[in-house]
């Protein structure tokens, strides 16, 4: 039996995909950059190769015995990286993956995509084929790195793309952001609250990721995995109140003023090389649109999301709670 690479392993997606392969008895590596995020991994019993997916002598170099791919590593949290970076991890380095892949003629590549690389959608929910447009450098990098995965897939490489829509859980704290205001009750709106947006429970995910690496109807294919329902924003808000037993907010700010500042903010902290604490990607959350159909991943794969939004919110409330990220 041959192993399974896992990049991204010290992530949030990657570390619970290793949890489970792990779990299920298969042998995974993980290719890692030198962390204390390293030490979890290999406590788990992931087999971990310190290699710079930048360089492709490196990547070929630890190839032996994999017989399968999930790519997730991904330039992505960090919003003050250069724009090269995002090019250079994103596409760049799915290339040196790709065509290691290919040489040791793997069984299934999946590479992680993202929704981001249709943008906005004004028509939800969007399916896969909806148009690409994505809207910053990050959601480009990702479209190039998706464009190119298709193209060795066209080749003959069997790989599988998947779209993650709004990760969360558990172990995560993007949605602090949102949890901690409003656990404090100084969450303010941005806008109408009536845009859409769609999550994705974390153990759902790595159900996709694992039904794209082991379907053989995934291959070739691009597959949303998203939760089973989105709402509006306002209704998300309320659900993460009811969930941590706080009011539910009511403060509203109109958009427009707030993006100006966040546009200001932007262009005034880059050149200092500062992180800017508002910039257009994190305002624009309150705007755009983000639905999306996971019929195609029902149909083929047999996706079926078990966590239902309410439960993940609840599950990721008590788990910030636990760690001390918001008050009890
Ligand atoms: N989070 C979301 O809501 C979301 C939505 C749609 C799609 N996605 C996609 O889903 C995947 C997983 O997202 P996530 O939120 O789980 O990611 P994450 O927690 O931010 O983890 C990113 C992983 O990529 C690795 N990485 C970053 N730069 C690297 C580099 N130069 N060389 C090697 N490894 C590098 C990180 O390693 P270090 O620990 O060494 O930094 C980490 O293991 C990504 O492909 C992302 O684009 C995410």
Not at 28 to 33: G, I, S, Y
Not at 108 to 121: A, P, Y
Request: charged share 25%; net charge neutral; aromatic share 10%.
């Amino acid at each position: 039996m041959g192993k399974i690479l896992v990049t991204g392993a010290t992530g949030f997606t990657g570390s619970n995909l290793c949890r489970r392969l792990v779990e299920s008895g298969e042998q995974v590596v993980a290719f890692v950059r030198p962390s204390p995020r390293v030490d979890p991994l290999r406590a788990m019993g992931v087999e971990c190769r310190i290699v710079d997916i930048k360089d492709a002598a490196s990547v070929n170099q630890h190839f032996d015995e994999i017989d399968r791919v999930y790519h997730i590593a991904a330039a992505y949290r960090t919003e003050h990286v250069d724009t090269q970076e995002f090019f250079l991890v994103n596409v760049e380095a799915t290339r040196n993956l790709l065509e290691a892949a290919k040489a040791a003629r793997v069984q299934r590549f999946v590479h992680s995509s993202t929704v981001g690389v249709q943008g906005e959608i004004n028509d939800p929910p969007a399916d896969e084929n909806y148009r690409f447009e994505p809207g910053d450098h990050y959601q480009e990098s990702k479209k190039e790195g998706e464009l190119l995965a298709l193209r060795y897939a066209a080749e003959g490489l069997p790989v599988s793309v998947v779209r993650p829509v709004g990760i969360y859980g558990p172990g995560d704290t993007r949605f602090l952001k949102l949890f901690r205001p409003i656990s404090k009750k100084m969450f303010v709106m941005i806008g109408s609250g009536e845009s859409l947006y769609h999550m994705t429970y974390i153990d759902d995910l790595v159900d996709g990721f694992i039904l794209a690496g082991t379907r053989p109807e995934a291959v070739g294919e691009v597959f949303t995995i998203g939760g089973r329902r989105y709402t509006t924003l306002r209704e998300l808000v309320d659900t993460i109140a009811d969930v941590l037993g706080k009011p539910r907010p009511f403060l509203r700010i109109p958009y427009q003023p707030v993006y100006m500042a966040s546009v200001l903010c932007d262009k005034l902290c880059r050149p200092l090389g500062i992180a800017p604490p508002l910039y257009p990607r994190r305002v624009e959350f309150f705007s755009k649109s983000r639905a999306f159909s996971i019929e195609k991943a029902g149909r083929l794969l047999g996706y079926a999301p078990k966590v239902d939004l309410h439960e993940g919110l609840k599950r990721t409330g008590d788990w910030y709670r636990q760690e001390g990220l918001i008050a009890p």
